[in-house]
């Protein structure tokens, strides 16, 4: 099937452009940009610069909140330690699979950002740990989530980027 009959059809309803999620983060963060430029002849650097930063700023996250369980716990922070790191790498596991949305984990952030600027529980420093681990979450989904969406649109809108990628992408027909 041709390119141009291939987007009708997509944007007509009729077929859908599925894109591994694993591959887009992996296109987004080790493929150079000046690679994907010569390749494409586009160079996506704010798309590459979001699904980067998602990709430091998870494990920043984390670590920060680890940090923050020991200043707040002292040695029972000992538990943020164990805990956080395995309930962050379940959900980075569960973050690749296509099902996975952002919705759920950006209401959580945004409700305990809430709690915590405006003071609304009095375990203030409790609230400020809590948000700084969903916000790892948050991130964790955002790298997966973004990095999808942009390569999606990223061969919808350019051909060569379809030809580059045609591989490591699955068509499907919807009738």
Same mark, same amino acid.
């Given at each position: /099937?041709?390119?141009?009959?291939? &987007?009708?059809? @997509? ?7 599925? =894109?591994?999620?694993? /591959? ?10 000046? +690679?994907? @430029? ?9 798309? +590459?610069?979001? !699904?980067?930063?998602?990709? =430091? $700023? ?8 680890? !940090? ?6 002292? #040695?029972?922070?000992? *538990? ?20 996975? +949305? /952002? &919705? #759920? ?14 003071? *609304?529980?009095? %375990? ?10 969903? $916000?790892?979450? #948050?991130?964790?989904? $955002? ?11 990223? =061969?919808?809108?350019? @051909?060569? %980027? ?7 992408? @699955?068509? +499907?027909?919807?009738?």
């Amino acid at each position: /099937m041709n390119y141009d009959k291939l &987007i009708e059809l @997509e944007k007509n309803g009729k077929a859908l452009i599925g =894109v591994d999620r694993v /591959m887009a983060r992996q296109f987004y963060i080790h493929v150079p940009i000046d +690679k994907i @430029e010569k390749e494409t002849g586009e160079a996506p650097y704010i798309e +590459k610069i979001i !699904v980067f930063s998602a990709f =430091v $700023l998870g494990p920043l996250s984390l670590l920060s909140s680890i !940090v923050l369980g020991f200043w707040i716990f002292n #040695w029972w922070g000992i *538990i943020s330690l164990i805990v956080f790191p395995i309930i962050y790498f379940w959900y980075f596991s569960t973050s690749v699979r296509g099902g996975a +949305k /952002m &919705i #759920w984990v950006s209401a959580e952030l945004i409700v305990l950002a809430c709690i915590y600027f405006f003071k *609304i529980v009095d %375990a203030h420093q409790v609230t400020g740990l809590l948000t700084a681990f969903v $916000l790892s979450l #948050w991130f964790v989904r $955002l790298l997966y989530c973004s990095s999808t969406i942009f390569l999606r649109g990223f =061969v919808i809108r350019n @051909e060569r %980027a379809y030809q580059y990628l045609s591989s490591y992408l @699955e068509i +499907k027909s919807i009738e």
